[in-house]
């Protein structure tokens, strides 16, 4: 759920991880990885494994593998949003 592959001829493969506004969070390269150690990898980072494709996805991994917003996400004056503070994500 949330992962998208695509081939890229000729590119090395590596999973690049977008934030909700697909902005480019982190490159991971996958070369030198098994197929275990991929799925492996995409399980720890917290990516949910549909049972079959049409399968439902349970709430709590609607938006997953969300991870909190990185340091230069903060608001400008540098603090964090308020507590309890809900972020809307309209792309989603």
Do not use: C, W
Not at 16 to 35: A, C, G, K
Request: net charge negative.
């Amino acid at each position: 759920h949330n992962l998208e592959m695509k081939h890229l001829p000729g590119a090395d493969p590596e999973l690049v991880l977008l934030s909700h506004r697909y902005e480019e969070l982190e490159r991971i390269p996958l070369s030198d990885m098994t197929r275990e150690e991929i799925n492996q990898l995409v399980q720890e980072l917290g990516f949910y494994r549909k049972e079959a494709p049409d399968a439902p996805v349970p709430e709590r991994f609607q938006l997953a593998p969300a991870r909190p917003l990185p340091a230069q996400a903060l608001a400008a004056d540098g603090e964090t949003p308020a507590e309890g503070a809900k972020e809307e994500h309209p792309d989603l």
